[in-house]
């Protein structure tokens, strides 16, 4: 393979930053683009010397070898199947669908098919994260517990989050990213004692959420969606032994190594936000996962992990049973 052909489905805000960062890649050709706003598709392609396209499987007669999935989340399940029974390699954007049952359907049609799919949970590329990964993989901190954050300003723009029906719910959109980093950086969920009520909107909006882990670590994970963009909105804060770790956003990352001793930090603050949110390299990744038919980083069953979680949320509050025990 010469050159990997790709199409993106969705040409909004992250399907035009998937475009840039692809665009800048030798062995990649953007072949089209396609969105229900066709003139917008029209004007993305136009900039990145595309196509627009009407369905995927123009694209596949076009020669795409791979389908970028950047659109609203409710679609994403069904543009997955079909690209997938088309023969086309993906990369969806999280949330990979917006229940579990579609999740784990998705995962048994993977298993039939030779191809190469990757959820697009960009925090684990993101330099604050891996330099935490780094550490607790090499020692330096032996996580104990933990407490985790992730909050929204507000449901109010675009005027659509707010609406279940269309995201999924609150949890589907920016708090997933680091339900993600639970697993990743922590280990698999076990168990949670979950709360969660309508503050402000008709979704609900506010969540605490005490988690314990299969490898025995304990930890909270708040989530707000009415915080009013108050910074940072975003932290996990991990605690070993008279130590921690402890992130900014994406912005900075501090590694306290111990009672009297210096606290370690970096400030990716004038990082171009696709580099340090980690969009470049999980994009660079994945075309290479593509070429060489390898199984990528952030997998179906990944998906499936996170979204497990968030099914397990939303019973617990609405069925009145705080407590859960996560299977799978």
């Not at 070898?65 to 690209?83: G, K, L, Q, W």
């Not at 956003?249 to 370690?264: D, Q, S, T, Y």
Request: proline content about 3%.
């Amino acid at each position: 393979m010469d050159k990997v052909k790709v199409g993106v489905v969705g040409s909004g805000f992250i399907g035009q930053v998937h475009l840039e960062i692809l665009s800048s890649f030798e062995d990649v050709q953007i072949l089209g683009v396609m969105d229900v706003d066709r003139e917008r598709a029209r004007i993305v392609a136009e900039k990145f010397n595309a196509k627009v396209f009407d369905d995927l499987g123009q694209m596949r007669d076009a020669g795409v070898d791979v389908v970028y999935i950047t659109s609203p989340n409710r679609t994403h399940f069904d543009y997955a199947m079909s690209a997938l029974d088309l023969g086309l390699n993906v990369f969806c954007e999280k949330p990979m669908t917006i229940s579990l049952r579609d999740a784990i359907e998705l995962e048994k049609k993977l298993k039939e098919k030779n191809l190469v799919f990757q959820v697009g949970h960009n925090r684990r590329f993101a330099y604050v994260y891996k330099f935490m990964k780094e550490k607790i993989l090499n020692g330096s901190v032996k996580p104990l517990s933990f407490q985790i954050k992730m909050n929204r300003g507000e449901l109010l723009n675009p005027p659509w989050t707010s609406d279940r029906n269309y995201t999924g719910g609150f949890l589907f959109e920016s708090t997933i990213h680091l339900f993600d980093m639970v697993r990743w950086l922590l280990g698999d969920v076990e168990e949670m004692y979950v709360l969660g009520k309508k503050s402000v909107y008709p979704d609900i909006d506010d969540w605490a959420i005490v988690m314990k882990l299969k490898n025995g670590l304990i930890g909270t994970f708040t989530s707000c969606a009415h915080a009013s963009w108050m910074i940072p909105f975003e932290r996990v804060e991990v605690y070993g032994e008279h130590n921690m770790l402890m992130n900014e956003e994406m912005e900075k990352v501090h590694f306290c190594k111990g009672l009297g001793k210096e606290v370690e930090s970096h400030d990716f603050m004038k990082v171009d936000f696709k580099e340090k949110w980690g969009y470049v390299e999980e994009n660079r990744i994945f075309i290479d996962c593509v070429k060489e038919k390898k199984t990528p980083p952030v997998t179906v069953s990944d998906g499936v992990a996170v979204i497990r979680i968030i099914d397990a949320c939303y019973k617990a509050v609405e069925g009145g049973n705080a407590h859960v025990r996560l299977e799978g």
